[in-house]
């Protein structure tokens, strides 16, 4: 991580906004920050943490500066590797809660910046901390402690516990692969596998029952099934080709029936008809009539509204003109008012305009004059205050001086000569390594007494084991005899069984045919006697009808014979009556007309042919019903034929069988076959629960087997490990006794009885000194501190006097000019409010002139609208006059055409109206009821002459259609029982492939399963990531060891011990190990800087992107000029390794050593807050 920019206001000591540009700071590799006490150094690693975190490191609840109600950090950086970098923005605001006394954060909100422009990533308080850390790969501990080392947390790793130090590593270095998530992942694969395994187990069970043996009664079936199908669809094909047969005279027949029906209901409705007709020929006449009427009473309608409108125009013209008068004496008034105030009015408005500029004034020079009261007021209370701090700060540099140097002689009393501080650190180091092998020792013992414990244990649940192996072996050999048995005492077979079933199935069949037929014979004797008599019955009627027809015929000729004489007679009477004497005959030509025809009576010659019709009407009915008799007469005898036929065929197929036997050898094959098929049910049965006692038996002996494998496999793995410990044991015992000489050795000579006491007394001593000289330190400092704000205050008061004299005078000065001004407004304002009383005036003003305008307009609309209704009037009486003229010619226009249509009145013509739809209507019903009708006779004639008297009986037709209905199911249900055996039988053969298949995962999933639980006992307890985390722990100790005995030339080097604490060993002092407990300040700051480094130079934030940033906050004032040239020298050497590092401090001495510096220059008196700029050295 690369830093770009910061931007910091209202955190601590900084108040406006500050920038820090960090590409211009850090563009030579190492930079400082500069500044006094209190000038605001540390906030700046503060606002970077805030920023990413949402907190600073030293947990400072008052961090908002007191002069502000928020706070706001921007942070710019850069992450990534080559081209794989990216940039990102985090930014906060915090403000103060002053309801509930504590912080709210209004804004966070990390954004990417990309060659599209701005992404923003996150924009709640929970999602950017969340996000930070998935970016950097560390939490706020993590990089306080190894990143921007604050004060009071540079040392912070160095003295961290294992498991702290641990997860920390875990963290930073990406180690939770090893640990939880290997865990995870080697237990979620167990899971699949164990879940894998319990589908696999749960499939088998599926097919249960899938067996060889199954298979060839499927297919045996299947045979049969086939067989039967075969024989019931050659049935069906014969019956089809018969219904073929029949089937069109049979349509033809339904067909003819039906058009006969409907000449019927036609002829019914012909009356009706004809009254349409008439109905229709009125209508088109009263249509003709229908517009003159219109037109009449449309007129009529408008001169009845046109005589109302004039009577409304008459009276609003008067109501119009009333009001106009009335406007026309209000507007004179009002016009009149207006010219007389108007121009008073308006010079009174700009005189009080002018008084209120001059109010305005003195006003704001009032409140000048009182701004300068309060200014001399607050000069004289900061004048006094001054004298008194001045005062107060004299007293304080005196007392510090002296305290100053009550610790420096305190320091001298206590300190330790440094033989005896390293003969003690000696002796504390032996005994802590004494008591680690001490625990060692007892713990090698206490786990040798469990194993050994857990050996005898395991020893007797083998024993156990093998006795419970053996009683499931005898007992599974004893079931599979019993097996054994059972399939020597086997019954018929399935497939012995389904042939017997087959054969019994087909007795039944033919039974049923046999049954059928001598049914059917029965039904067809008993019909063909009744289609003789029928028959018969119909030959009578048919002959009677014939005779009847023809004797019809003869009548009918006669009276056509004599129709034609009377005829012709009536058109010689009709001739007759034209001629004239001396004109000739157009027959003969004689001028002479003698003895003349005489025409006949009109109503003879109707009557005869009313009777020509009757008879003609009743031959036409006998036609009918002799085509009608001759075709029933022809379907008999094919009745007949038909019956006759099938009759001989039932007879045929009941030839040489005998139903009561039939029935007999059925019903005793029926009896075997249940009992054959209860023995082998019973057999199947018996036999499936020896196959599951058999199936769980070896299964048990399978797991009794593998367990005791296990447990063998255990014992022997704990016997070895029982050995190793106590082969270990015996050099941890070696080495306990040897510890406990040399210490008592060391006790003897020292004359101390613990060590670790006197090596605490030591260190509250190099403290207690480390304490006195930061004290000390501090308070030169503020010594320091001091003496500037003193010459500060010295120089604010006099700056304070000079001002208050000025003060004095501009004063004087303001209050002359308020007196003049004053005078000036009193004489505008005629002692009123000048503001209410210029409101007053430009009020009165607005309202004359408004009352005006609005009675112009009032006034020139009520002219416009009397106008308006004079105009509708005149217009309205031109137009009745125009109407009256009109209705008189349309009122005989309507008398002509009434006379013309017949109608007497328009009453009797509007009675005969109907709609265009309805007459439209009644049109196409007559034309459909011709064309139907028509339609119909030739359709029926169609018929009967294909038919040529050939009919078939309803009950033949559909006993036909039945049976092949009947046969069409059975068929059905065949192919659907051959379809499912079909399928059966191919789901079996891919279930036999799938129970193989299943077998051989199971085994390998069992021995997956095995693996994985060996795994997951060796992950258990995070054992890898420990070993994985001591390993980098190790190479980060070599790291900083070598850093820090180049630091310390060549005196310090960083160890681990066993229990990978950290161990400090002075090679100047024989090589003695000492804890970091008991390191002095100096000491604690260059092992601490060591191991950072160390550690920042091999952190990859996540595990990609190496750390390419390194801050210090604190320590540089405990070490002497020597030391801090070697500290500064080896931070330098960093700039080669592509680290940027950066130290806070005040130490005077760095200034020169680093550069580039950012100084920070503290807040002022005044309020100005701390302030920031770079400077080169």
């Known amino acids: 991580m690369k830093p770009i920019r910061l931007k910091i206001s209202g955190l601590n000591s900084f108040t406006e906004e500050q920038v820090i540009n960090f590409e211009l ?12 006490t209190g000038s605001g150094k540390s906030t700046i690693i503060d606002a970077i943490t805030l920023s990413m975190y949402g907190k600073i490191p030293r947990n400072s609840k008052d961090f908002i500066n007191t002069d502000s109600l928020s706070t706001s950090v921007v942070y710019e950086f850069e992450i990534g590797v080559g081209t794989e970098r990216r940039r990102y923005i985090v930014e906060r605001n915090i403000k103060k809660d002053l309801k509930n006394g504590g912080y709210k954060t209004t804004l966070a909100r990390l954004r990417e910046i990309t060659a599209e422009g701005e992404k923003v990533l996150a924009e709640k308080e929970r999602e950017v901390h969340q996000k930070i850390v998935e970016i950097i790969g560390l939490t706020a501990e993590d990089f306080t402690r190894s990143v921007v080392l ?59 029952g899938v067996t060889e043996e199954a298979l060839k009664e499927a297919l045996a079936k299947l045979e049969l099934l086939k067989e039967e199908e075969k024989n019931l669809s050659a049935e069906r094909e014969e019956l089809l080709k018969e219904r073929e047969k029949l089937k069109e005279i049979w349509e033809r027949q339904k067909e003819l029936n039906q058009f006969l029906e409907k000449k019927r209901l036609l ?5 009706e008809i004809e009254v349409k007709r008439g109905k229709i020929e009125k209508a088109r006449k009263a ?3 229908k517009p003159y009427i219109d037109s009449v009473e449309e007129t009529e309608k408008k001169l009845l509204l046109n005589k109302k409108e004039l009577e409304k125009y008459a009276k609003e013209l008067e109501e119009v003109s009333a009001e106009l008068q009335k406007i026309e004496k209000d507007y004179e008034i009002t016009f009149r008012e207006k010219e007389e105030k108007i121009p008073l009015l308006i010079e009174k408005e700009e005189r009080l305009k002018r008084a209120i500029q001059i109010r305005d004034e003195v006003q704001r020079l009032s409140e000048e004059r009182e701004k300068l009261l309060t200014e001399y007021k607050n000069l004289e209370s900061n004048i006094k205050r001054l004298e008194e701090e001045k005062e107060k700060l004299f007293v304080s540099i005196e007392n510090l001086k002296r305290n100053i140097a009550e610790k420096e002689e305190k320091i001298v009393s206590i300190r330790i000569s440094t033989e005896e501080k390293e003969n003690v650190f000696k002796a504390f180091e032996l005994e802590k390594e004494f008591e680690r092998v001490k625990r060692e020792r007892e713990e090698k013992a206490h786990k040798i007494e469990e194993i050994e414990k857990l050996v005898e244990k395991q020893k007797g649940e083998h024993e156990r084991i093998k006795v419970e192996l053996t009683k499931k072996e005898e007992e599974l050999q004893k079931e599979e005899s019993s097996f054994n048995l059972l399939e020597v005492r086997k019954p018929l077979s399935s497939e012995e069984l389904f042939n017997f079933q087959k054969e019994l199935e087909s007795k039944r069949l033919k039974l049923i045919e046999a049954q059928r037929n001598k049914e059917l014979e029965e039904k067809l004797e008993k019909t063909l006697k009744e289609v003789l008599e029928e028959r018969e019955k119909l030959v009578g009627e048919l002959e009677k009808t014939e005779r009847e027809y023809v004797e019809k015929g003869k ?6 014979k004599e129709i034609e004489e009377i005829v012709r007679k009536n058109m010689a009477g009709e001739l007759a009556e034209g001629l004239e004497e001396g ?53 008999f005898t094919a009745k007949e034929e038909i019956s006759k036929a099938e009759l001989e065929k039932a007879k045929e197929n009941l030839r040489g069988i005998d139903l009561e036997i039939l029935r007999k050898e059925i019903e005793e094959m029926e009896v075997k076959f249940k009992e054959e098929k209860e023995k082998l049910e019973n057999w199947a049965k018996e036999k499936e629960e020896k196959e599951k006692v058999l199936k769980r038996l070896k299964e048990e002996k399978g797991q009794l087997a593998l367990e005791e494998a296990r447990i063998k496999e255990r014992l022997q793995k704990d016997l070895k490990l029982l050995e190793e410990y106590k082969l270990s044991f015996e050099g941890i015992e070696r080495e306990y006794q040897s510890l406990l000489k040399e210490l008592e050795n060391w006790k003897e000579k020292l004359g101390y009885a613990n060590f670790s006491e006197k090596v605490e007394e030591i260190n509250q001593k190099e403290k207690l000194i480390e304490k006195l000289r930061e004290e000390v330190e501090s308070l030169k400092k503020n010594l320091e501190e001091l003496n500037i704000k003193r010459e500060k205050v010295l120089e604010d008061l006099n700056q304070l006097i000079v001002r208050k004299t000025q003060v004095v005078e501009v004063g004087k000065e303001k209050r002359s000019i308020l007196e003049k001004m004053q005078k000036e407004l009193d004489s505008y304002s005629e002692g009123k409010d000048v503001k209410k009383y210029l409101e007053e005036v430009q009020k009165e003003r607005a309202e004359i002139l408004e009352r005006e305008s609005l009675l112009k307009n009032r006034l020139e609309e009520e002219r416009r609208k009397k106008q308006e209704i004079e105009s509708k009037k005149v217009s309205t009486l031109e137009n009745q006059i125009l109407l009256i003229n009109m209705l008189k010619e349309q009122i005989e226009k309507l008398e002509l055409s009434l006379s013309k249509e017949g109608f007497k009145t328009k009453e009797e013509a509007l009675s005969f109206v109907i709609s265009s739809e309805e007459m439209s209507e009644i049109e196409i019903e007559v034309k459909r009821f011709e064309n139907e009708y028509t339609s119909l006779v030739a359709n029926i004639e169609r018929l009967e002459g294909f038919l040529k008297g050939r009919q078939i009986e309803e009950e033949h037709w559909n006993r036909l259609e039945e049976r092949i209905r009947e046969l069409e199911e059975i068929l059905t249900g065949k192919r659907k029982e051959i379809g499912a055996t079909e399928k059966a039988i191919h789901d079996m053969k891919e279930n036999l492939k799938k129970v193989e298949e299943l077998t051989k995962k199971k085994k390998e999933l069992e021995h997956v399963i095995d693996m994985l639980e060996e795994l997951d006992k060796l992950f258990q307890g995070n054992k890898f990531v420990d070993f994985i985390a001591s390993k980098q722990l190790k190479y980060i100790t070599f790291s900083a060891s070598k850093r820090l005995k180049e630091i310390s030339r060549g005196r310090y080097a960083l160890e681990i011990d066993s229990e990978n604490n950290f161990v400090m060993r002075d090679d100047f002092n024989g090589g003695v190990r000492r804890s970091v407990d008991t390191l002095s300040g100096g000491e604690t700051f260059l092992t601490s800087l060591s191991l950072a480094l160390a550690l920042s130079s091999h952190i990859q934030l996540k595990g990609k992107a190496p750390l390419e940033f390194f801050f210090l906050d604190e320590g540089f004032g405990s070490l002497d000029s020597e030391l801090l040239d070697v500290v500064m020298t080896s931070l330098e050497r960093l700039k080669k390794d592509k680290m940027v590092v950066g130290i806070i401090s005040h130490v005077e001495e760095l200034k020169d050593r680093v550069p580039v510096k950012l100084i920070v220059t503290p807040p002022t008196v005044s309020g100005e807050g701390s302030k920031v700029r770079i400077e080169y050295t």
């Open 25 to 36: 700071l850090t563009e030579k590799g190492l930079f400082g920050i500069f500044g006094p």
């Open 150 to 208: 604050p004060q009071g947390k540079f040392s912070e790793f160095l003295k961290l516990s294992g498991r702290e130090r641990r997860d920390m590593l875990e963290r930073i270095f990406g180690l939770e692969r090893y640990g939880n998530d290997l865990m995870e992942k080697v237990r979620k694969v167990k899971n699949e596998k164990a879940l894998l395994l319990g589908m696999v187990n749960g499939e088998l069970s599926r097919y249960e």
């Open 267 to 271: 002829d019914e409705k012909a009356s």
């Open 287 to 289: 249509l003709s009539v």
């Open 555 to 560: 009548a009918l000729d006669a009276l056509q």
């Open 583 to 635: 004109m000739p005959c157009p027959v003969c030509g004689s001028l002479h007309h003698i003895n003349l025809a005489k025409k006949v009576d009109e109503r003879l010659i109707e009557e005869k042919k009313k009777l020509e019709r009757d008879l003609r009407a009743e031959r036409e009915i006998l036609q009918e019903k002799l085509i009608m008799l001759k075709s029933q007469l022809s379907g």
